[in-house]
C-alpha cells in the first residue's frame, strides 16, 4: 500500500474537503481525488460519502481514522528509531536526512552531489514525493525530532502558478520551516532517440499524443491529463526505470526537466525535446534555518551553485534569488 494515501486520507479526514487536503499534499483536487478512489479500491469498501456541496466520511471511514493514524504513527516510528540508530553513530556530527523527489533527484542533482550525498557520513539520503516530505517534516517537529536527525526536504513543483503548492508551504512555514526555492526551469518531452519526434526542435501537442503518455504519479498526471486527456496517459509511476524503457522501445514518450540536458548527458537510448508550450518546474529545498545553514549541506549547495552558475547562460533554467 502506498503509504502516502493514508496520509491524503487523514488530510480528507481532517478538512472535510478534497480541495484544502489536496493544497495540503502539493497536488491537484483532481490527483487527491484519484488517490481517495485507488485507496477504496485497494481496500474494498467505502471511506467517503460525496455529495454535491460537501464531504463526508463514511462509517467504515470514521472507523478507519484511528487505524490509518496508528499505521503512519508506526511507521513514524521506525523513521525515530533509525534516526536515533544513525545519530548515535555519528557523534559529535550535525547530521541530516535529506528527502528527496523522485523527479528532483533524477534531473537536479548533479553526478558530484550525488557523490558527495552518498559518501558523506553526515548527509542520509531517503527518496520521497513532496506530500511525504511535508509529513515527515511535520512529524519531525511534532516529535521534537529535528535535533536528533532533521530533515531536509529538496522538493519539486510541476505548477506556473504554485497556487496548489501555497498551502503546504504555509503549512510548514507555521512551524518554523523555511522554503528556498532554487531554480525555475521547464518540462521537455522524453523520446525515442531514432524516432521521426528526435528529429524536430519542438513538438506540437499533436506530436506528443502522436505516442502513449508515460507520467510520474504526482501533480504532474494532473497537468497532463489536463492538457492532453487523460486517455492519452498509459502508465503514471514514480519508477523513472520503467518509464525509461518504455521511451527506449519507442512505445512512449515521457517528460523531464530541461535542466536534465545537462545532468544526464551521457545518457543514449533517449533524447529530449522542446514543447512549442512548455510548462514552468520550480526546485527548491524546505528546512529549519540551523539545518539549512549546517556544515553538510553548504557543503552540497556550494556543489550544485558552481554546477548551475556555470551553466546559467545556457537557456535551461533561471536561479532564484
Do not use: W
Not at 122 to 135: A, D, L, P, T
Not at 138 to 163: E, H, K, T, W, Y
Not at 205 to 225: Q, R
Not at 278 to 285: D, L, T
Amino acid at each position: 500500500m502506498n503509504i502516502e494515501y493514508l496520509h491524503y486520507f487523514l488530510d480528507v479526514a481532517k478538512t472535510k474537503s478534497i480541495t484544502r487536503a489536496a493544497k495540503l499534499n502539493f497536488i491537484s483536487p483532481q490527483g487527491m481525488s484519484r488517490a481517495m478512489n485507488e485507496l477504496e479500491k485497494e481496500l474494498g469498501c467505502q471511506l467517503l460519502i460525496r455529495y454535491s456541496n460537501k464531504l463526508t466520511l463514511s462509517a467504515i471511514g470514521e472507523e478507519l481514522v484511528p487505524k490509518a493514524a496508528d499505521i503512519i504513527e508506526s511507521y513514524a516510528g521506525m523513521l525515530e528509531f533509525a534516526a536515533a540508530k544513525s545519530q548515535l553513530q555519528q557523534v559529535g556530527s550535525h547530521s541530516i536526512q535529506l528527502e528527496c523527489q523522485n523527479v528532483a533527484m533524477l534531473a537536479f542533482l548533479t553526478k558530484e552531489a550525488k557523490d558527495y550525498i552518498f559518501e558523506s557520513s553526515e548527509i542520509h539520503f531517503r527518496e520521497s514525493q513532496n506530500s511525504q516530505i511535508r509529513h515527515d517534516l511535520l512529524a519531525s517537529n511534532a516529535n521534537g525530532l529535528s535535533d536528533a536527525c532533521p530533515i531536509i526536504g529538496l522538493v519539486c513543483f510541476f505548477n506556473q502558478d504554485r497556487n496548489s503548492n501555497v498551502g503546504g508551504i504555509d503549512d510548514l512555514e507555521k512551524k518554523g520551516y523555511q522554503y528556498r526555492p532554487y531554480l525555475k526551469t521547464y518540462d521537455r518531452v522524453m523520446v525515442n532517440a531514432q524516432s521521426s519526434l528526435a528529429g524536430k526542435d519542438a513538438l506540437t501537442d499533436d506530436d506528443i499524443v502522436s505516442k502513449h503518455l508515460v507520467s510520474t504519479n504526482t501533480y504532474l498526471y494532473s497537468l497532463l491529463s489536463k492538457r492532453f486527456g487523460r486517455e492519452a496517459i498509459v502508465l503514471s509511476s514514480s519508477d523513472f526505470s520503467l518509464r525509461k524503457r518504455m521511451v527506449e522501445c519507442d512505445s512512449a514518450v515521457s517528460f523531464l526537466p530541461a535542466i536534465a540536458s545537462l545532468t544526464m548527458a551521457e545518457e543514449t537510448g533517449f533524447v529530449l525535446r522542446d514543447m512549442e508550450h512548455s510548462y514552468e518546474v520550480e526546485i527548491g529545498f524546505i528546512g529549519m534555518e540551523a539545518d539549512l545553514e549546517s556544515d553538510c549541506f553548504t557543503g552540497l549547495m556550494q556543489i550544485l551553485n558552481d554546477f548551475y552558475r556555470a551553466h546559467a547562460d545556457e537557456g535551461y533554467y533561471t536561479l532564484c534569488d
